[in-house]
């Protein structure tokens, strides 16, 4: 089992910058995939970026450009850095992950529990 722990988030201006962090820990063998998932009320929960072990990213089209995802190497760590923020960018970011429990058992995916960013005018 994988636990995700996410810090971060907050209250920022439009225009602004947050930084959210998360780390996984537990009985983890790997953990090809880390990313971050974003749900606004009403709205159905959209990816935001993921990176894999190799450093492979991915994004979301109304993120890319002004977020950047990182991860430390050797750690079960990523980083999202949200530049340019604007107030359709308020959400609860979840954490993500995919993980092995070891070396030959299937990737199973991992959740946070979510940290709340709010972009106020």
């Known amino acids: 089992q994988v636990q995700l722990v996410e810090s971060g988030g907050g209250v920022v201006q439009a225009g602004g910058s947050l930084r959210l962090a998360c780390t996984a820990s537990?009985?983890?063998?790997?953990?090809?995939?880390m990313g971050w998932y974003r749900q606004a009320p009403g709205t159905e929960r959209e990816l935001v970026a993921t990176?894999?072990?190799?450093?492979?990213?991915d994004y979301g089209g109304s993120v890319r450009g002004r977020f950047t995802i990182s991860r430390g190497n050797g750690v079960n760590t990523v980083w999202l850095q949200m530049n340019s923020l604007s107030r359709e960018d308020t959400a609860t970011y979840y954490c993500?992950?995919?993980?092995?429990?070891?070396?030959?058992?299937?990737?199973?995916?991992?959740w946070g529990q979510g940290t709340l960013v709010t972009v106020s005018s």
């Open positions: 993500y992950a995919d993980y092995q429990s070891g070396r030959t058992s299937k990737e199973m995916p991992a």
């Open positions: 537990g009985s983890v063998f790997a953990v090809p995939t």
């Open positions: 990176i894999n072990n190799e450093g492979a990213t």
